[in-house]
């Protein structure tokens, strides 16, 4: 059967119908618990001034980023409406190809709308929480956390299941083609927003801290740091914006590999089956949410944990259901001749494929809560180290990080070989891993919901101490949702690269898909110049794995050359406005927002050029089997990578305050600044370098989907040299080499010369 | 033509006979100048005192650990005989598989003896050296030290040489089956000796440092601390033994694949003329060497640079004579009928190849040279971080690191690209990529020798340093002559990981043409199958990546065991023997070096199995296409973690040396507090982790090549359940998942009960 010419039935378009309307209830709940949030009192003046500092700070950051990114999104758009479309010739190829830019900038709308609204919402549920802390104690303060978060996460799978749903309401049979606009277009604004929100929280936190903790020694969240209010729009342009766009987007691109590869296996019931499962996921996300509820005398982390499985156990039922319900018997039904399935009955492999994502994100959960949280062996045996001093608690924080990126990543192959051995070589299979995808997503409104509940109580804890109108009892309570906060997030980072890499692994299947349905009977040559042995591919998985060390590198250095601007405006301050020390001379927090501002913008080119330029130049300049060898090594490199950077920094996160709970010294002790110094390493590694991993996955693997038809149809693959191919990826390795050189360049700018001469003022201002 | 009818004409023999002699003259000049050295002065009764501890301790290390390995041969030795061996049935088969487990002895033999060696002529170098410096000046203690270098180096690839042309000779047509064994005794016993090695002397240096430098503040070196001695004789089993065998067993290894893949590619020809690229590469070292004489005036780095690049450009001239000498003119005449080449001249595509390879090595020198040497821009901008102390110090190493590794593996990638281009695809471009890897052995011989020079005179400062025998114009000699011991080391660790890389990529081939052999027209289906982006194949990238970072993680966390174990034993020293720090009482050294022979022993275990084992699961397991993958997964990322570790390592180093140097307030500045912290953080990472990754990958493709007719021959391709196999792969999973646990265990043993109660018994014995 030829994928285009599957048309839906009416059965087919009221199931999607049902689906939209799913989405649009999922949109309104949103707004609902929005209204739960703003509803809830603000507390004191002196609160009120602080939140409105970070409320300025933060809307002025993703307002000037979201400028930036509307130029971007129109080159793209310009290019992506230039870029042939398999399968979409004459007028009606025209109108499709109009269809998939115009869904880019949908994508793009949405992504930056979920990101926005997280931020918005954070930034005004914070002091919402640190009143309630103050006023009525943990439960009320848990709930408006917990509200905050649920409004974003049903946003976050409102938004992406409405998109995925309109598109395959209007466009049936061609939905896919259209719906890699939408996919690239979410995936290329959380990646900036990922990197640019990584770069910002992390320069502001890593530059408050050396500065105050380190050089001035006073506590963090100080009034008397001019980075403090900085510090805390990062939490929110960083952990809320970034982290919520991320997910929109993962759940964005799953949906889209799954609809591609849905319609080469599954036919009609393929295009239909993958919004089923996330509409599913909405439903258990609301029973998730409303199980949330803080109950007195039950730790506020047992009560997320059990309101997850739970809804997970149900999202496994309903799946199975669904598909019971939703799929014939056999793939004769289907419509489908030559299957490669192992079983000959598509219910239980999309109901088996389902329940594996569901699994999946589980043991994740449990594994990522394993290796960060303080209770556990692991992150003790780094606390143990932390006695012989700062570099035996980076080493074995480092290993923990390595060995837990090991056991995660095989979890993750595990269920991508469990999906595959269901489906069977050849598209099924693909599917399958596509669908344990989808599995992975209905869990994602709760995970949003739990990793915007951190970055809301570590702002109140921040609003508290800033503004010192929270008694001791109020404070603790912050301290202990604090501490839950930190956990959620670092659970939501697993299950975030879980996603990425089941998505990247889906759309791995689309990308060969396109160069199928271009070369037709010549794709078996293709088939052997892909073999993973053949020098081209080898080269191909070599660079797409040194792209990713780049760009964690890359990402790394950005937050030390930021954070080093911030120190020195920190210590500027301290000089020149008397009486800082003292408390009679307030800081300018707004110039260090400004600064971190400015500089995290800047610092976003290189990455964001290097994710979309790097598949261009491999595609043209080496073919299309080094590009398929390039994006193995991308995934395969990039889930160790992020996971080994999240992990690790997770775990000296928690080191840290285990210590100051008293272990070994406690606050003060060589132990503590021991791992003081861990943490900031850990700072950029966790916050910054690694979750940017995840989109970063997903916009190569689209690019590479995007490009398909063009690299094979320029003949990259029989290797005549074409000189048009030649150009394209010389332009692109072109524009990678100046912005790598301007970007390493830069680096020495700030950290050497300027900062020696400012140094030398300093003496001479302190002699 | 097929490959097992190929016989030697006379003229082939004569020729092999010729590279033979050489191999022997390689063998002369290196005893030649082992009598050198140790017709040098040894210096004053307290310097031989020093150096005869140090002797005493790296002999009994060596011993203990070969009498261990000793073990682990025999096991192989016995799998060895009972492995399937392609193309070998009958009488003839038997007798085959036999030789091929006797040249495993062989192999492995041969290894241990060059690390012996290294190790037993350096530790008896040291004294010689410092004596020198005292009485003569720096050219005759340089000239010691070169010499030192220059036998272990002529002995390298003499004995390399010699083996590999003893077997062509013998079993001519044959050989590549034989020389797999031989191969892999060399791969597995460098492997062991890395990792033993690694962990002792980070282990001791870590240790010896945390007590001495951090908690007692007394300098390197002094004889008051325990540790002095073992983290001497680290310095000799770590680098000379270690990277000796390392770079003896990738000399072994390249030949290997270059004889198998040149058999099947240039039929007689290519059995020859493998061995004549590194037989001119001897007369190069050895003109090399006569070059690095010391010239007053000249700075030492220079003069070692000079000959490594004069031996070079005369290695490329000569192989390309010799190519155009042995090789006809056209793949007709070498009797192969059908060829992928690009270019129909087995002479252009030889010597185009092998020039290749050098370029390559003299483009690693000066990549590596850059990123970790004081002079450039990237080490300053470190060492620039170093005035906001430890954690960003540490950031922008690792973020260096990540940077030079990407760099440096592109490099590579390219050089890989390259030869490919010039074979074309098929087994004419793998043989090309591995006559690449024969052109940079023929800088092998330089290297050890520049690679030796290190360690040697580290420790001549050291003796010179614990003796108290040495006056200011000595110790300035041996300064300057350790600081360009550090560059050379570093710039040998580069080149030793692309010498690995493209040994790994043409056994790569080596494995395939395995299968080839095996399946015959079954080929096509293993082909289809291992397609980068079939869900299987990717698992395996995803495993392979796994596996360097277990390896990578486990090496780390068994220095720091080890270092926790040394930190114990020297503070209980200071303890209990009276009058140590007051220099009245002596420490007892022997006990350190006793602990951490015991500890990094056992600490083998685990990497150890680790990498024999997991391609046998993977490959029973998965099945063939699976372990296909799970190669080029460890390679790719292999690759970009050693040079990740080992740059990020010596870039530390030498960030603490620049600031112990004056550069942003010298010793005992807060830089140079944060440098020593970011130091011992790298000290594991460039030696013990890093370097150990080169004979991994090695060992796993040999292992890959060894199991490759087995795995095929169990059904392992069709997918048929086959319970042998899964037994094989299950008892290889579950050897793995017990040692693991068991080192990650015994982590928590060392570090946390025990180490509590010991502090508590320190408390009480202080208090």
Redesign the interface.
Known sequence: MNPETITLSSGSMITVAVVVVIALIAVAMALRFRAEVLRARTGTDAMNQVAEAVQEGAAAYLRRQLRTLGVFAVVAFVLLLLLPAHGAAGTEGMLLRAARSIAFLVGAAFSGTIGYLGMWLAVRANVRVAAAAEESGRDPAMLIAVRTGACVGMATIGLGLLGAGIVVLVFRANAPLVLEGFGFGAALVAMFMRVGGGIFTKAAD?GAD?VGK?EQNIPEDDPRNAATIADNVGDNVGDCAGMAADLFESYAVTLVAALILGRAAFGEAGLVFPLVVPATGVVTALIGIYLTSPKAGVSALKIIRRAFLLSAILSAVMCTIAAFVHLPGSFAELGIENTTAAIDDPRIIASASVVIGIVLGVLILNLTGHYTATED?PV??VA??S??????V???G??????S??FT??V??AA??G??LLGG?GVT??FA?ALAGCGLLTTVGVIVAMDTFGPVTDNAQGIAEMSGDVDEEGAQVLTELDAVGNTTKAITKGIAIATAVLAA?AL??S??DAIHGVLGDGYQTF?????????????????????V??F???A??A??RA??AV?MEVRRQFREIPGIMEGTGKPEYGRVVDIVTRDSLRELATPGLLAVASPIAVGFG?GA?AL??Y???A???G??MAI?LANSGGAWDNTKKMVEDGVHGGKGSPAHEATV??D??GD?FKDTAGPAINPLLKVMNLVAVLIAPAVVGMSALSGDPNPLRFAIAGVALLAIAVAVWFS?GR??DL??EP??ER?VQEDAAEG
């Open positions: 890593v050396l380190v062996r003790r045996g143990g180290s006695r012989t001093g700062a570099a035996t980076i080493l074995s480092f290993a923990l990080g390595l060995e990126a090991v990543a095989l993750i192959a991508v070989f999906a595959f070589a299979g693909l891993i692994t791995f299947g990308y060969t088939l052997d110049q892909a073999v993973v042995f053949a020098p081209q591919t080898l080269v191909g998985v070599i660079v797409g794995g040194s792209v060390f780049l964690s590198g890359l790394i250095r937050v030390g954070a080093g120190v080496l089997p398929a060898g994006l193995a090594g995934i395969a490199t889930v160790l080994m110094v861990a900031t390493v950029p390493l680096d020495v950290g050497e900062v020696e140094a």
